[in-house]
């Protein structure tokens, strides 16, 4: 039971921490700002595509060129092939 309260107590202090790494992310002024007009969604559809620049489109492919290269190297095997063959092997009973 103690442990209990012990681990309720300690959720419950880290659960009042505070993030200064997400509050240094926000842009200036945003919570000041107001909530922005609400859009039936025929007007949306009806709207203008969205048109990236050609900086952002560089930026965005070289981005997916990267995580692509990322999940490449992810793809290759977990275990070695030595330590595979010596779990293979197994254990060696006295």
Request: net charge positive.
């Amino acid at each position: 039971m103690t442990r209990a309260l012990a681990l309720l107590a300690c959720t419950a202090l880290l659960a009042c921490t505070e993030f200064p790494e997400l509050d240094a992310t926000a842009t200036p002024g945003v919570a000041e700002a107001d909530y922005p007009r609400l859009l039936p969604l025929d007007e949306i559809l009806r709207g203008a595509p969205p048109r990236a620049t050609p900086d952002m489109r560089a930026s965005l492919v070289s981005r997916a060129a990267g995580l692509r290269a990322r999940a490449a190297v992810l793809q290759g095997p977990v275990i070695d092939a030595e330590t595979r063959a010596r779990m293979a092997r197994g254990v060696a009973r006295p």
